[in-house]
């Protein structure tokens, strides 16, 4: 049980329900970080933005992002994320365990095309330690075709990650 009270799905109305009804129009389950931030009303309409702005991102895709949550949860031991994401690519990306589990070994061996898999080598290594973060990184990057917006909202989504996983674990969301 949270140790704050959230908002289920049932309770929903309001921000609230406007925000959980982009899971329920797929019917799929209100995910439980969600459901978190339904705490502060704030971050629940920052969270659903941020959502729906990745949805339509032209440039980070679907596959991309989802690796991102992936590996970053499992750097982080965020264990709800890193199952979510699992099945997101499983189902939606038709990745194999195989797939998933070599990429969490060996990030390099993500099923990505090599300009996304430089994006994510990248997110994961300065997400790890942001001393590492170097202007030859960036301009690798760039090379390949990813602009200054690509790369920060890149690496926001991993730390986003972060952020959620922390709070995920001081309140005690899937206990």
């Not at 009303?41 to 949550?69: T, V």
Request: hydrophobic share 45%; aromatic share 10%.
């Amino acid at each position: 049980m949270p140790l704050l009270k959230t908002i289920t799905p049932e309770e929903a109305t309001g921000k609230a329900k406007e925000a959980y009804s982009f899971f329920e129009k797929m019917g799929a389950p209100v995910p439980l970080p969600m459901q978190m931030m339904s705490i502060s009303p704030y971050f629940l309409e920052m969270q659903s933005n941020g959502l729906q702005f990745f949805m339509s991102h032209p440039n980070l895709k679907f596959q991309l992002l989802a690796h991102i949550r992936l590996l970053v949860s499992y750097n982080e031991g965020y264990e709800y994320c890193i199952n979510l994401n699992q099945g997101m690519l499983m189902m939606l990306a038709k990745l194999s365990q195989e797939d998933i589990d070599a990429a969490k070994a060996n990030p390099a061996n993500a099923k990505l095309d090599d300009k996304d898999k430089a994006l994510l080598l990248y997110v994961l290594k300065v997400t790890g330690d942001p001393a590492l973060s170097n202007a030859d990184d960036i301009k690798a990057l760039k090379d390949m075709g990813w602009s200054d917006s690509d790369i920060f909202e890149a690496v926001q989504h991993g730390l986003g990650m972060i952020a959620a996983g922390m709070a995920f674990k001081i309140f005690r969301m899937a206990e």
